[in-house]
């Protein structure tokens, strides 16, 4: 019986840690998820999982009310400029959750928000120029562009 009840356990175990690991949004504005084709370098390192926003994306996930906590590494890629401020909002079922800004030129940040197992999780990134304003994105230029990567729901 112990035996049973220890690979019951084990198969949801494992079957919980790959659902996490698969776990995608269900919607992307303004952005488009990483691959081996589209990468995005931040910090010197190049990624082709995760997602790269422009000013303004928005990254929406359903948690189906499966997950307590959200990891991630967020940051503007190298190539974006650094006269600007990167800003991330987190909001978890509609309720600003977390904000994390990131100066010109600053390092990527890694950061945990608390999803108390609710339902979505919405991300938004966007650049600010030197006088606080939100930077549009035009066209395909890099110079507003963020990436949102390793991320993980426990």
Do not use: C
Not at 6 to 30: C, E, P, Q, R, W
Not at 46 to 55: C, F, H, K, T
Not at 95 to 108: A, C, D, N, Q, R
């Amino acid at each position: 019986m112990k035996k049973k009840v220890f690979v019951l356990l084990f198969m949801l175990v494992l079957s919980v840690s790959l659902f996490a690991a698969n776990l995608k949004a269900y919607k992307v504005t303004d952005g488009y998820e990483l691959s081996r084709s589209k990468t995005a370098n931040m910090f010197g390192d190049q990624y082709s999982e995760g997602y790269l926003l422009y000013s303004q994306g928005v990254l929406l996930f359903n948690l189906r009310g499966n997950y307590k906590i959200f990891t991630a590494t967020v940051g503007p890629i190298d190539e974006a400029s650094m006269e600007y401020d990167f800003v991330f909002d987190f909001y978890v079922d509609g309720i600003l959750s977390k904000t994390v800004t990131i100066e010109g030129g600053g390092l990527p940040e890694e950061v945990e928000v608390d999803l108390n197992y609710m339902r979505q999780l919405k991300v938004v990134a966007y650049a600010l120029n030197s006088y606080g304003s939100v930077i549009y994105p035009a066209g395909f230029e890099d110079y507003g562009h963020t990436a949102v990567v390793d991320l993980d729901f426990k």
